[in-house]
């Protein structure tokens, strides 16, 4: 199964792209998809939207894992953030891939055990996951890692991954 983790964002949008053979998680590929503040809104997000669409034919997921809004500390950037996971949705939808939402609390339980760890103790347990020695330095790509460990592990519970 291949997994697309995304944390969405107008400035950055982290993504991921993990196969999940048996019980390994393996990293494919990550990166982040990084909008100029000097562009309108509408250039940024058709800036995400074509991005988005070239991932997608590149790797063809099966499905996406999306972090979801939940809370914002900042109430200046949750309607640009909204509006940049909304475009996000209508290309997956586009594209018939299954979408999973979690909210970062549901993340953190799922990948750590408990929902408000903080970003090391995210990371450590990404990096113990994936196998893999050297993590990306973006914290939003780091959290798309781990939005994707989320989906596969939730359904390895479930029985369905």
């Known amino acids: 199964m291949r997994i697309l983790g995304i944390d ?7 993504y991921s792209v993990l196969d999940i053979e048996k019980e390994d998680n393996i990293l494919i590929s990550s990166g982040s998809i990084q909008t100029d503040k000097n562009k309108s809104d509408a250039e940024r997000l058709f800036e995400i939207m074509t991005d988005m669409q070239t991932i997608i034919d590149k790797y063809k997921p099966d499905v996406a894992s ?8 900042n109430q200046k950037t949750i309607i640009p953030v909204a509006e940049a996971r ?7 939808q586009k ?13 953190k339980q799922m990948i750590t055990g408990y929902g ?13 996951s994936i196998k893999y020695n050297k993590l990306p330095k973006l914290d939003d790509t780091l959290d798309s ?3 994707a460990l989320c989906y596969s592990r939730t359904n390895m519970i479930t029985g369905r991954c």
Do not use: C, H, W
């Open 95 to 107: 594209n018939n891939i299954k979408i999973a939402e979690f909210t970062p609390i549901e993340v």
């Open 66 to 73: 999306v972090e979801k809004l939940f809370y914002f500390k």
């Open 145 to 147: 890692i781990a939005i």
């Open 86 to 92: 909304g475009v996000i949705l209508a290309m997956l």
């Open 116 to 128: 408000r760890a903080s970003k090391d103790e995210v990371a450590k347990i990404v990096q113990m």
């Open 8 to 14: 969405p964002g107008l400035a950055i949008v982290g």
